[in-house]
Every structure is written in structure tokens, then in C-alpha cells.
């Protein structure tokens, strides 16, 4: 069995010991992480590396940032999505480890709509299907997993009027989530719990959303049919979101069998 686990951590610096605790418990054999918010040679790497795990890392100062930790080797790193050499923000990572090709991605958030950000977004997740369909012409599996900012349905949000004009729920983003679905891609979560509710990974600090347990999902993992053959559990794990200094989001757990 292959583990492999998502979670935007928020700042891995300031969530260090939370994310620590959590991987000595639940021991995945590779983690995606997003919004590490450090440069690079800043990521706190030697404590992972402690743990057993090999880093690829693509950070920048402040925001976004990204993160593949592996118990196997990480090879043939991609440090960036293609499709738009000017881009510049940390915001993919790509390699193979143990014969899958992986990914950790923090898409853009979009917001707020009137502004260059929503164009961003949704070119990016153009780039992201071509970049799915060249993967998906090796014919070997692969796992896209992260923070997609993308609320796929009604029954992933606790209030789907509310956040209708929200660039996580409009039409086009929605859209262009289908798209890469539509290549014949699996998302994970829902193959295996299609009637699922409450079934969140992101409650926000504000208005007590997270005591009420009003959440969103937007955290998911895309797979390549050679990898959705291999599916056996996608899983929540909610008990993160609860610690003190949590991070607004939670992991995400996926299990292949070998």
C-alpha cells in the first residue's frame, strides 16, 4: 500500500510541530504540502529529512510555496507548472516516486474576482489540463494532489448561495475543474464517498466556522486511470483543524494498494 497525503500547513514554520506530530502518527509515505509561505533554502528540510523523508521544495518569501516529501527517492523534479515561463510563483512541484508521477499543487485562489487574479486562475488551470493531458499520454500512473481552491459541487460548501460569485465556486472555475475530469481523470474523494456530507478540508478562522463545522472542500486528489486502477480509501482527517496553531485546512489521506 502507497500513502500519500495533501495539506496546505498555512506557514510550515509556524505549523512545524503540528505537522511533525501529525506525520509520526500517521506515517504517510508521501506528503504533498502547500503554502509552506518560506523561500526554499528556508524550508525547515533537516527536520523532515530526521523523519526519514526526501524534500523537493519550491518556496518563495512570504506566500504560496510548495512541497514533495517522499520515504523513497524523488526523481526527475519539476519545479514549476509549464505553459507560462514568466510565472514566477511557487506553485507546483512534480516527480516520481516509486514509479508514480506526482504532484503537489496550490492553485490559485482567485479573489477577489473583478481583479487580474480570476484571469490568473483560470489560465492556470488551463495549463494544468494541458499539462494532464501529456501525462496522461506516458500511460503511467500519476497523482495530482493539493489545495485546488475549487469547490467542485453544492454539497462540498456549507452554503452554497453564499459563495456563489466566490472565484472558488463561479461557473467558469467549476468549468475548468470538469475539464481536467473530463480527460478521465478520478477525484479521489468522491469515487469512493459520493454521498458524503460534511465532507470539508477547509473551515476558515473567522465566525467561528470551524466549531460550527462550516467548511468547504477544496483540497483534492486528480488521478491518471493507471493510478485510479490502485484506489482503495481517500479519507479526511479532520483531527488537525482541532490542535491549537492548526492550520484552516486539513489532510487529506490516499491509499493505493502496490
Known amino acids: 500500500m502507497v500513502k500519500i497525503a495533501t495539506w496546505n500547513v498555512n506557514s510550515a514554520k509556524a505549523r512545524l510541530p503540528n505537522i511533525l506530530g501529525w506525520l509520526d502518527r500517521a506515517s504517510p509515505d508521501v506528503v504533498l504540502l502547500q503554502e509552506i509561505k518560506c523561500e526554499t533554502a528556508s524550508f525547515p528540510k533537516g527536520d523532515f529529512e530526521a523523519m526519514g523523508y526526501n524534500c523537493a521544495v519550491v518556496g518563495q518569501k512570504s506566500y504560496n510555496g510548495v512541497a514533495l516529501l517522499a520515504k523513497q527517492p524523488v526523481e526527475d523534479i519539476l519545479d514549476h507548472l509549464p505553459g507560462s515561463p514568466d510565472d514566477v510563483q511557487a506553485r507546483y512541484v512534480e516527480a516520481t516516486v516509486g514509479g508514480i508521477r506526482i504532484a503537489s499543487i496550490y492553485l490559485p485562489n482567485g479573489n477577489p474576482v473583478g481583479t487580474e487574479k480570476y484571469p490568473y486562475k483560470l489560465a492556470w488551470m488551463e495549463r494544468l489540463r494541458q499539462h494532464a493531458q501529456g501525462l496522461l499520454k506516458t500511460e503511467r500512473p500519476f497523482v495530482l494532489g493539493g489545495d485546488y481552491n475549487i469547490i467542485p459541487a453544492a454539497e462540498d460548501v456549507y452554503d452554497p448561495q453564499a459563495w456563489e460569485t466566490d472565484a472558488l465556486f463561479r461557473p467558469e472555475s467549476r468549468a475548468q475543474f470538469r475539464a481536467l475530469l473530463n480527460l478521465g481523470l478520478t477525484e479521489a474523494f468522491r469515487a469512493l464517498h459520493p454521498d458524503e456530507q ?61
Not at 467548511?215 to 482541532?242: N, W, Y
Request: proline residues 7%.
Open 198 to 258: 460534511h465532507a470539508y478540508t477547509f473551515w476558515d478562522y473567522q465566525a467561528g466556522r470551524w466549531p460550527r463545522d462550516q467548511g468547504i472542500r477544496i483540497d483534492h486528489f486528480l488521478l491518471s486511470p493507471q493510478a485510479a486502477d490502485r484506489l482503495v480509501e481517500c479519507r479526511i482527517d479532520k483531527g488537525p483543524r482541532a490542535e491549537e496553531k492548526a492550520s484552516d485546512h486539513t489532510p487529506v489521506v490516499l491509499e493505493l494498494a502496490d
